[in-house]
Every structure is written in C-alpha cells, then in structure tokens.
C-alpha cells in the first residue's frame, strides 16, 4: 500500500491548477481528496482530466480555477484496509481501475493501492 505520504491526499475545495501542480510533482496519475475529518470525498485521475477536456467547452483558464473535485469522482471505489489484497485486485479487475483507495471502518483515507503493487 503505497502510504499518504507518498500521493497527493488534497483538502476538497482546491482548485484544478493546484491539484495538477501537486499531481505532477508526485508523478502519480492520481489524487485523493479529504473533508477536515481526513475522510475521504473523492478522487481525480489523469482519466478524469482527460475527459474533462474532451467534454468541458469552457476557456482552460476558467476550468484551472474551478474546484478539482467537480471534474472527479465523488463516490469514489475504496476498499478496506482489514481486506485481503486478492479481494482488491478483483475489484480493480472488475471496476477496471487502476488506483483504489484505502479507508479505515470510519472512511479515513489510509492509503493507495496502484495496480502495479497488487498485479
């Protein structure tokens, strides 16, 4: 399990430039978002941003101020950190995703799997 240190865990209301700046920075395709809880709200990937300029007709500067959430995943797929790594391999299997992250039994972002780590 990659730890929060290690990908970009980002407050819910940051912007879409501030979210790709720090996605950047961390080479990693994706970044988790948090309430003031540190529980986990949503999640943006590199696919997200790349149906986001395919879809969105808006000026890139007006999209770059928006909040990143809005163009992410606010139900997001997460697994537990008590599951058996073979349980979310099936899920990223069955969901065909390639990041899932990991809550505690209360929600709390604990963690990420990436599909290299559990293939």
Do not use: Y
């Amino acid at each position: 399990m990659i730890s929060l240190e290690e990908f970009p865990v980002l407050e819910h209301d940051v912007t879409l430039k501030k979210a790709l700046d720090i996605m950047t920075k961390n080479h990693i395709g994706v970044a988790c978002f948090v309430d003031a809880s540190k529980h986990l709200v949503g999640v943006l990937t590199d696919g997200d941003l790349r149906r986001l300029i395919l879809t969105k007709q808006n000026p890139l500067p007006a999209l770059l101020v928006s909040h990143a959430l809005d163009f992410g995943n606010s139900n997001p797929t997460t697994v537990k950190a008590t599951e058996l790594l073979s349980s979310a391999r099936e899920i990223m299997d069955s969901k065909r995703i390639w990041d899932l992250p990991v809550v505690d039994d209360s929600g709390e972002l604990v963690g990420l799997l990436h599909r290299h780590n559990v293939a």
